[in-house]
């Protein structure tokens, strides 16, 4: 909220500042938290807050979250609810699929898909034919930014021709990282 927060209340003072937007209509907003106790994105959180404020003040449309784990349940519950959702988060690829689930969703961020997409025409304009994308395990303690921007990545360039995927997992601790660097080595450029 911190970093929306203060651009909400602008765009709130200048929408009903003006009264050929809304004729008759007063915009406000509601406030609640997608954190929990620790200022942290929350998936219990979040979808908790969307339903109060679905029960106690019948919204028009929902701002947020910007999290990826918390954007998800909200977006389903606002789809439910028939409801348009507003996010500068949730730029993860999932979101992109917008028959059911995340048919309501506007991100007003950017989207991994997007990133996926610019590494395909780089791949054309400059006749790249070989790389490598070299993703760290990561534990689910995080919204994992890194792990979804390279999903973006991992889902668009198989759209090229003549591509092969192939996953390598390992894991810190004693995992065999020269075999790693080596396979990257020969295949990945």
Not at 121 to 134: D, E, G, K, S, V
Request: overall charge positive; aromatic content about 12%.
């Amino acid at each position: 909220w911190p970093r929306v927060g203060p651009a909400v209340g602008l765009a709130v003072a200048a929408v009903n500042a003006r009264e050929d937007l809304l004729p008759g209509w007063t915009l406000r907003w509601v406030f609640g938290s997608s954190e929990d106790d620790h200022g942290v994105c929350s998936e219990m959180a979040a979808p908790l807050a969307a339903v109060d404020l679905r029960l106690a003040h019948h919204p028009h449309a929902f701002l947020g979250p910007g999290c990826v784990y918390t954007a998800a349940p909200v977006a389903r519950f606002t789809s439910h609810w028939r409801l348009p959702l507003v996010t500068a988060g949730a730029e993860a690829h999932g979101f992109d699929d917008k028959r059911e689930q995340f048919g309501l969703i506007t991100r007003a961020g950017p989207s991994h898909r997007k990133l996926g997409e610019l590494g395909v025409q780089l791949h054309r304009r400059y006749n790249w034919t070989r790389r490598a994308l070299l993703v760290y395990w990561d534990e689910k303690v995080d919204d994992r930014p890194y792990f979804f921007a390279a999903e973006g990545l991992y889902v668009q360039l198989p759209t090229l021709r003549n591509l092969t995927v192939m996953d390598i997992v390992f894991r810190g601790g004693g995992g065999n990282f020269s075999f790693i660097i080596q396979e990257i080595k020969q295949k990945g450029r």
